[in-house]
Nanobody, 122 residues
Framework: QVQLVESGGGLVQAGGSLRLSCAAS????????MGWYRQAPGKQRELVAS???????NYGDSVKGRFTVSRDNHKNTVYLQMNSLKPEDTAVYSC????????????????WGKGTLVTVSS
């Protein structure tokens, strides 16, 4: 059974930094695009950042220049370095991964972590 487990959330003051990690465990062939989404109370879930197998990255407009996504393929882990945090960054951050279970699969299966809460105080 595949699981995505996030860690690194918590409470931080505005202007501070946090680093989130998401590790994939279980049996699978490969991890394709991995990413982070967030959902604040009363708002829709939004893309924070994603990274594909070639390390091409994509960021939400509100975090460009402040957040950096990276991955360690040997550890099956994706990271999100968050700098210059703002109170509006407060949300539950969830890890997302597209996972292939067989080499010949044309498409992967999408998995989600349970999320980790990031709270930024003013």
């Amino acid at each position: 059974q595949v699981q995505l487990v996030e860690s690194g959330g918590g409470l931080v003051q505005a202007g501070g930094s946090l680093r989130l990690s998401c590790a994939a465990s279980g049996t699978f062939f490969s991890l394709n695009t991995m990413g982070w989404y967030r959902q604040a109370p009363g708002k829709q879930r939004e893309l924070v950042a994603s990274i594909d197998t070639r390390a091409n990255t994509n960021y939400g407009d509100s975090v460009k220049g402040r957040f950096t996504v990276s991955r360690d393929n040997h550890k099956n882990t994706v990271y999100l370095q968050m700098n210059s945090l703002k109170p509006e960054d407060t949300a539950v951050y969830s890890c997302n991964a597209d996972i292939r279970f067989r080499a010949y699969d044309q498409y992967g299966t999408e998995y989600w972590g349970k999320g980790t809460l990031v709270t930024v105080s003013s």
